[in-house]
Structures are given as C-alpha cells and as structure tokens.
C-alpha cells in the first residue's frame, strides 16, 4: 500500500504540472520540477496542514529558480525561442485523453516576454486564483508588489498575445487552405487567410536554418512561406505532411529527408481568429519536438 503522503501527492500531481508548465513552457521541465516538488515534500517531517497551498508554493519556487537560471540561457539563444512542442495525433477531443496542462502555444509565447517575477505571478493568481499573499510568499516580497508584478505581466499579455479564438473545426479548416495556397504558389489565396497583423516566428535553436526574426504582415509571410515551399522543400525526398495537434490546437508536421540525407522535421502550429491566421508557429529545433505517439 503506498502511504498516505504518496495517495495525497498525487491527486495534487497533474494540477501541479498545470502550474509548472504555464510557468516554463516546456513539459518535460514541468515535469522535472514537480518530481523536485515530491523529492521535498518527502523529507518533510513537520505537519501540513495545507498540502496543495504548500506544493504550490513549493513548485513555484522551483520554476521562479529555473526561470531566473534560463534568463542567462534565453538571452545567448540564437534567433528566436519557442516552447518546446508536444505533438499528437490529430483527433477528435472526445478521443483523446484531456491534458490538464493544456495552453496556446500564443500565450506561451507571449509568457515568455514577461520577467519572471511577473510569469509566476501572472500564472499563480489569474490563472490558479492563488491570493497575492501566498504569491508574495513565492516571490519573497510583499502582497502589493506581488500584485504590481501580476499587474504588469497581465497588462503585457493583454498587449501582446496573438489572439486565438477559433474552435478545432475552423482551425482545420483554415489550415488546410493555408497548406493548399502555399503548395500552389498562390501569393493572393494565401494572403487571404492571413490576418493583416499575423505574425511567423521560426525557432531552428541554431542547429537547423530558420528566421533569426519574426516575419510581419499577410503580404511577407505569405511570400516567405511560398518561398519556403518552392526553394526550401523542393529537394525534400519522403516529403510528409501530417494533420497534428499542438497543445489542442490544429497543427501540421513535415518529415522527410533533405538531398544530403539529413532529416527534415518541421511542426508549424498557428493561432487563428476570424477566420484568418493571426500566429504561424515552426518549431524547427529537434530538441524541442516531442512527438508523443509518433515516436
């Protein structure tokens, strides 16, 4: 029988790795920090009279940690930095086990603009409802300046995410015309499902060639993408192109293998409101692609 403090731990586990994922974008690293949440809690010998307040408290600290560390990291980051992705089969969500920790990539994104005092902050009271005192707690400062700083994260995310409002069917639905102009060449079709503010942000980590910067406006990343079709993939042998989920939201996965025998793995995610791409998401870096069941 595993004792009560395991039984208890882990009705608090998925919640925990919710918190820890909005907080660092990257699953694995969610999950890392929750197991260091459990290593802690362990060796507690005290009484807790509110075990889920103390976990959360616990693993905020450990990601405000991890995110002050990769501050350093992220600066030195060549080109520009996405979340890791997690790919899964494209599926109806009654057939598909529900993720506790499912958010946007475009929040994600725009988390990752916002100090991390403000990140844990923003994440902590609007997202979990946790009262600015156990926030201030967190971040080892007053209740005031814990709300200043979910304050300012919140107003910077207001300003700045990518909207994404488009239920799965209309996802698909855009995506797939997105795909169909790109492959035709067709500069005006593909302008059309281009929200005239959408942006394309490529994260190749330095380890495969992307945009070292965003690409702005219908007109500009409709030509990039048609260039990216015609020049980028046209040597591309075993070309594939799947129909996936990133984080729920419609995606697609390209594989298949350059002239040089290299591999060619390329998952572009979007956002989409109105009908319209608003956000184009390519995560290029192989150490950020997660393929779940693909694998």
């Not at 608090?12 to 820890?20: E, G, K």
């Not at 009271?125 to 967190?138: C, I, K, S, T, W």
Request: charged share 25%; glycine share 8%; proline share 5%.
């Amino acid at each position: 029988m595993p004792s009560p403090s395991v039984v208890e731990f882990e009705a608090h586990r998925s919640y925990l790795t919710a918190v820890a994922y909005r907080m660092l974008g990257n699953r694995a690293e969610a999950e890392d920090a929750v197991q260091d949440a459990w290593l802690r809690y362990s060796q507690q010998t005290g009484e807790i009279r509110d075990t889920r307040g103390w976990l959360t408290t616990v693993t905020a600290r450990i990601c405000l940690d991890q995110l002050n560390s990769a501050r350093v990291r992220r600066n030195a980051y060549p080109g520009e930095w996405l979340p890791a992705f997690v790919v899964e089969p494209d599926a109806d969500p009654a057939d598909r086990a529900e993720m506790a920790d499912q958010v946007s990539i475009a929040l994600l994104v725009v988390l990752e603009k916002l100090t991390p005092e403000q990140r844990v902050a923003f994440v902590l009271h609007d997202a979990f409802g946790v009262p600015f005192d156990e926030v201030a707690a967190v971040l080892d400062s007053t209740p005031a300046a814990a709300r200043q700083h979910a304050s300012r994260g919140r107003k910077a995310v207001a300003e700045g995410q990518v909207r994404h409002t488009a239920g799965l069917a209309e996802q698909r639905k855009v995506l797939t015309a997105f795909l169909a102009a790109a492959q035709d060449g067709d500069m005006r079709t593909l302008a059309a499902v281009l929200a005239p503010d959408v942006v394309a942000i490529g994260d190749g980590g330095g380890v495969v060639r992307a945009a070292l910067r965003p690409v702005l406006g219908a007109e500009r990343v409709a030509r990039f993408f048609i260039g990216l079709v015609s020049h980028r993939l046209a040597g591309v042998t075993d070309l594939k192109v799947e129909p996936v989920l990133v984080n729920g939201s419609a995606a697609l996965m390209l594989s298949g293998a350059h002239p040089d025998g290299s591999r060619l793995l390329v998952v572009v995610a979007i956002a989409v409101d109105e009908g319209r791409i608003t956000g184009i998401y390519n995560q290029q870096n192989p150490e950020k692609l997660v393929l779940g069941d693909f694998e």
